[in-house]
């Protein structure tokens, strides 16, 4: 029964996805934030006993989502000179490699 529920969902998703990504095209920062809150408060409320510690639970796991590189620029971000906290960029030829990677990308997309 739930590969029928996959299949339904696939083609909700499908016939949704243009709508949807012209209304998140319209996102402006602040509405970010609030998704940002909403998932935390949702986190929250889902984790059964305590709103408390479920609201904590989800702040702690943004913390420490945001040790590492940056996706967008690759700079480091709370590493504090650990090299151990870059994840699976520990070398300077990775870093590099991915800070090269991504200015191709930039050089070869189609500007409008």
């Known amino acids: 029964m739930s590969v029928v529920g996959g299949f339904v969902g ?3 998703l499908a016939l949704a996805a243009p709508t949807v990504s012209e209304f998140a095209i319209t996102f402006q920062p602040r509405d970010y934030m609030m998704l ?7 986190v929250g409320s889902l984790s059964g006993g305590s709103l408390a510690r ?4 989800g702040a702690l796991g943004l913390l420490i ?5 940056d996706p967008m620029t690759a700079e480091e ?8 906290a870059l994840g699976w960029h520990q070398s300077r ?19 409008e």
């Open 65 to 69: 989502g945001t040790v590492g590189l």
């Open 93 to 111: 030829r990775c870093h590099d490699w991915y800070v090269w990677y991504l200015r191709s990308l930039a050089s070869v997309a189609p500007h």
């Open 10 to 12: 696939i083609i909700v």
């Open 36 to 42: 940002g809150i909403l998932g935390i408060m949702l």
């Open 77 to 84: 971000r709370f590493t504090f000179g650990v090299v151990e």
């Open 54 to 57: 479920g609201i904590f639970a």
